[in-house]
């Protein structure tokens, strides 16, 4: 787990991250992410937008449990750490 992610912190360093640390397994919501890498949801969901634009972003829907008990459907998130190089290098 990263400590903190600093504002300077880019796609190229996650993704560099990813790859050399373990990778979360499965797909999750932004607030998780922001959880795993201790930043701002705020920060999570900027790298999330620019991980989608370069392509390295899966996204489908993941259940997960609401305030009231009810589980719902929600989007989740997974970062293409295989496939990616090329697109986030040539992005940046």
Known sequence: MIKSIPA???LNDLM??????????????PTEWADHFECPRR????L???AKDAGV???SRVTR???DGIMTPV?????DVE???????ADH
Request: hydrophobic share 30%; no cysteine.
């Open 57 to 59: 972003l899966e996204i």
């Open 83 to 89: 496939g990616g190089d090329e697109n986030v290098q």
């Open 8 to 10: 300077s912190f880019t």
């Open 16 to 29: 560099a991250y990813l790859r050399d640390g373990e990778s979360p397994e499965g797909f999750y919501t």
């Open 43 to 46: 920060q999570m969901l900027e």
């Open 75 to 79: 989007p989740g998130y997974r970062f």
């Open 48 to 50: 999330l937008h620019e």
């Open 65 to 67: 449990e609401r305030l």
